[in-house]
């Protein structure tokens, strides 16, 4: 069996209210139209973390995959940079969408979306609200952003979370000025909004080889708002929307007991509950093979419901 071709995107730009979201495009091979997703990335991401092999096996299964970075990140414009309000982003992601129906390589009624991380959380949002939105694929999302990080960081480590919110607070009352938190702390005990400092290494790699534009911080109102964030409320609304939902088996991170109760809450048969085994939250970005293999049964099940 030959290898897969390789996929070269073609640099695009989205307009998102008024802002330029920088996308890379990947299409298939022949001339459409295709079957096609959008794919955006979790917390603090660039366009460059994770999500280009994901894009480039869609290609490779004859869908054209559309990878943005959100407005305030990585190319895109907007201000303040590196603030993440989860409402902004999926309506990046709806105008991304937007974007694909006026495409002529593209079939405007087969359009999915992916998520990992965070924007794992926002496809199940997104697939419940537009219809425009045939398939999703979710990937070790975050279903509850309090429940997440009240598990995540334990009782200490949270109190601290919340004075550091309420120092920013008032700054940004103060001054105007927005302060910003960590991805991940330095050290066990500081401030980061996960608190992973082996996850900071790991990103720290990934600056290095694949996303020189990430940034390891957001600011303070981003992880507020992450605080106020659920799927919950969507979930029995994806009854008309094909649905995969891909955990780690060993996700501290976002929680797969968390993402599995969510799973069980979509009502119908149309949904599939992915296991990536011997995994965590961290796997999905350390290991090429097993994103890859990640990857191949997201593009079956778009295949399957494109």
Request: a negative charge.
């Amino acid at each position: 069996m030959s290898e897969p071709r390789t996929v070269t995107p073609t640099p695009v730009t989205v307009p998102s209210e008024g802002e330029r979201l920088s996308g890379l495009l990947y299409l298939p091979d022949g001339p459409g139209p295709h079957p096609a997703v959008v794919l955006a990335g979790g917390w603090c991401y660039v366009k460059e973390v994770a999500q280009p092999l994901f894009a480039e096996v869609f290609a490779q299964s004859g869908i054209a995959a559309l990878v943005i970075d959100y407005r305030y990140f990585g190319g895109s414009t907007g201000e303040p940079r590196r603030h993440i309000d989860p409402w902004k982003q999926i309506e990046d992601y709806r105008n991304a969408v937007s974007f694909l129906q006026a495409r002529d390589e593209v079939d405007a009624g087969r359009i999915g979306a992916w998520g990992i991380s965070y924007s794992g959380g926002h496809v199940l949002i997104l697939g419940a609200l537009d219809p425009r939105v045939r398939a999703v694929c979710s990937v070790v999302p975050v279903i509850d952003g309090y429940d997440n990080l009240r598990l995540a960081h334990g009782t200490v480590s949270f109190r601290a979370l919340g004075t550091a919110l309420e120092t920013a607070r008032q700054r940004l009352y103060d001054t105007g000025e927005h302060s910003y938190i960590d991805h991940q702390p330095v050290e066990l005990g500081a401030v980061g909004t996960f608190p992973f400092p082996a996850s900071r290494g790991v990103f720290a790699s990934i600056k290095e080889s694949e996303a020189p534009g990430y940034v390891g911080d957001a600011t303070a109102q981003s992880t507020e708002m992450l605080l106020a964030y659920s799927v919950r409320p969507f979930l029995s609304r994806l009854v008309a929307t094909p649905t995969l939902m891909c955990v780690a088996e060993g996700d501290d991170h976002t929680h797969w007991d968390l993402a599995a109760h969510a799973y069980e809450e979509i009502p119908g048969p149309r949904k599939k509950f992915h296991v990536v085994p011997r995994s965590t939250h961290l796997t999905l970005y350390q290991d090429t093979e097993v994103r890859r293999k990640t990857a191949l049964v997201a593009a079956d099940w778009f295949t399957e419901h494109l």
